[in-house]
Each structure stands twice: as structure tokens, then as C-alpha cells.
């Protein structure tokens, strides 16, 4: 007998009873396949930097962005986090103000003197729109998947 899932409620449901099972290998199938769906993601946010950013910066920036995914439950709420984040040589990028279209960088390398540039705007939040139906898409599954063997039993 299929289960469905729908709504945090009841998702929050069946990591009970993952838990009173014992069966900690579904709640670790249930994570990869959130990993799985937000794949996609990165690539996208990747393919999107030369865009937005200048010629010179779009290289540096791509090699630096990493992508974490993570996936937590709480009493009535069941969250999955995407993160994006670059290192520096020396510090943090600070990657929400580029999206926001701010690149602050030293004039022409003097770390004395630092200027603001305005970039094209939302080079994560274009990808994360354009791709969002699917993900949650994706996750539905996985939580059907999940459901449908507890329900097996």
C-alpha cells in the first residue's frame, strides 16, 4: 500500500518512525537522494558566473564556489539547505553581494584602496528559479521512495 507524503507534518512522521525503527538506512537514502536532486544546481550556478561576472573574476570566482546540501528535521519542520560559498586567498567571498550585483575589489591590486562595482544581478538566484520546480520535484520522489518502504514494512 503506497504512502503519500505531502507537507511537513507529515514528513516529520516518517523520520519518527524512522527513528523507533531503528532503520537508519533509509534516513541516510532519504538525505543522498536530497543531495542527488540539488545536483544539478551547482553546474548551473557555475555556468551562469562568466555572465555576470567580469572576464577577469569569472575564473577565479568559479574555481572557488562550493556547493553544500543539508538536510534537517525538526519538530514540525523539515528543512534542506543549499549553500553557496567561495574561499579566498585570504577570506571568505562574500557571494550574497554578488548575487546582489556588488563586486568590492582592491583598485588595481592596492589593498589600500577598495571600490565597489556594480555586476549583473541574481547569478545564484537565476539558476536556483529556473531550476527550483524540478528540484522540489526530485525531493517529492525521494520522500515517496522513503514512504513507500516504510510501508513495506
Given at each position: 500500500?503506497?504512502?503519500?507524503?505531502?507537507?511537513s507534518?507529515?514528513?516529520?512522521?516518517?523520520?519518527?518512525?524512522l527513528?523507533?525503527?531503528?532503520n537508519?538506512?533509509?534516513?541516510?537514502?532519504?538525505?543522498?537522494?536530497?543531495?542527488?536532486?540539488?545536483?544539478?544546481?551547482?553546474?548551473?550556478?557555475?555556468?551562469?558566473?562568466?555572465?555576470?561576472?567580469p572576464?577577469?573574476?569569472?575564473?577565479?570566482?568559479s574555481?572557488s564556489?562550493?556547493?553544500?546540501?543539508?538536510?534537517?528535521?525538526f519538530?514540525h519542520?523539515?528543512?534542506?539547505?543549499w549553500?553557496?560559498?567561495?574561499?579566498?586567498?585570504?577570506?571568505?567571498?562574500?557571494?550574497?553581494?554578488?548575487?546582489?550585483?556588488?563586486?568590492?575589489?582592491?583598485?588595481?591590486?592596492?589593498?589600500?584602496?577598495?571600490?565597489?562595482?556594480k555586476?549583473?544581478?541574481g547569478?545564484?538566484d537565476?539558476p536556483?528559479?529556473?531550476?527550483?520546480?524540478?528540484?522540489?520535484r526530485?525531493?517529492n520522489?525521494?520522500?515517496?521512495?522513503?514512504?513507500?518502504?516504510?510501508?513495506r514494512?
Amino acid at each position: 500500500m503506497p504512502v503519500r507524503v505531502t507537507g511537513s507534518a507529515q514528513l516529520h512522521k516518517v523520520m519518527q518512525v524512522l527513528k523507533e525503527t531503528g532503520n537508519k538506512g533509509l534516513g541516510k537514502g532519504m538525505a543522498a537522494g536530497f543531495r542527488m536532486a540539488t545536483a544539478p544546481l551547482g553546474p548551473a550556478v557555475s555556468a551562469e558566473v562568466p555572465k555576470a561576472m567580469p572576464s577577469g573574476y569569472a575564473p577565479v570566482l568559479s574555481r572557488s564556489l562550493q556547493f553544500k546540501t543539508q538536510a534537517r528535521a525538526f519538530k514540525h519542520v523539515a528543512r534542506v539547505t543549499w549553500r553557496v560559498y567561495g574561499d579566498g586567498q585570504q577570506e571568505r567571498r562574500d557571494v550574497p553581494a554578488l548575487n546582489r550585483g556588488l563586486l568590492r575589489h582592491p583598485l588595481y591590486g592596492n589593498r589600500q584602496w577598495w571600490i565597489d562595482q556594480k555586476v549583473r544581478k541574481g547569478f545564484v538566484d537565476r539558476p536556483l528559479d529556473r531550476l527550483g520546480v524540478d528540484v522540489r520535484r526530485e525531493m517529492n520522489k525521494v520522500i515517496d521512495q522513503v514512504a513507500d518502504k516504510i510501508a513495506r514494512g
